[in-house]
């Protein structure tokens, strides 16, 4: 079965700090796409990240980062000189297609970021 | 390019009564779908599309019901609102298969 797993429920961090959120996926697919969002207290979900299963290179994005390893099966975002508009709800996602050739996104539970001055 | 829009923001009901949640999208994106989130939950998908005049139950369908009559737009009904329904609801479209999903701002649905 596909499942998403965040297992930080909530961080708590100093400005300027760097923070990694986790992200374990399962999935029986070889072929599929892991993603992550952000929602901020505004509520909308905006799209960050979108990496496939057979590229297993970093990411870097200014002061955002991604660690995807297929071994340990997770997909970890890191944070640098965290900001306080950083503070967010952040989702991993994974992408399976299993129902009639449809993109069926599974999201993770969550993890929500406060960064305080 | 406005993107993914939804139709209303806020909506209050009453157990029992009906209403229908609008998606609009003017990306020309064959697919699209409702989630529902929940706190500590994540979101969960509701019904989705594969193409205009098709439907599809996802997770958590029971209690909905979805049309997409034309390609952009994807109406999301409650024909007898529970206060169970009472949550956050997004709606999302994108070209492909496993491309990037976009979602539109949410509708806050409370029923009492």
């Known amino acids: 079965a596909q499942k998403v797993t965040q297992a930080q429920t909530e961080i708590s961090v100093v400005e300027k700090e760097d923070v990694t959120l986790d992200c374990v996926y399962e999935t029986r697919d070889t072929t599929y796409y892991l993603f992550w969002y952000k929602q901020p207290p505004s509520g909308e979900l905006v799209f960050l990240i979108r990496?496939?299963?057979?590229?297993?290179q970093n990411e870097i994005s200014g002061r955002y980062s991604w660690n995807f390893q297929k071994s340990t099966s997770s997909f970890n975002f890191t944070i640098t000189a965290s900001q306080v508009v950083d503070s967010a709800v952040y989702f991993c996602?994974?992408?399976?297609?299993?129902?009639?050739?449809?993109?069926?996104?599974?999201f993770g539970s969550g993890t929500r970021l406060s960064i305080r001055p | 390019n406005a993107g993914v829009t939804q139709t209303p923001k806020f909506r209050v009901l009453k157990t029992g009564q009906s209403m229908t949640l609008l998606c609009a999208q003017d990306m020309n994106h064959e697919y699209m779908y409702w989630y529902r989130q929940d706190p500590g939950m994540g979101l969960r998908l509701i019904h989705y599309s594969v193409g205009e005049g098709t439907t599809a139950k996802g997770e958590v369908p029971d209690g909905y019901n979805v049309s997409r009559l034309k390609k952009q737009n994807f109406l999301l009904g409650l024909e007898s609102a529970a206060p169970s329904q009472t949550s956050v609801y997004f709606c999302?479209?994108?070209?492909?298969?496993?491309?990037?999903?976009?979602f539109g701002p949410g509708t806050r649905l409370l029923v009492l």
């Open positions: 990496r496939n299963s057979f590229d297993e």
């Open positions: 996602a994974l992408s399976e297609a299993r129902y009639s050739s449809a993109s069926k996104i599974i």
């Open positions: 999302a479209s994108s070209y492909q298969v496993r491309e990037t999903q976009y």
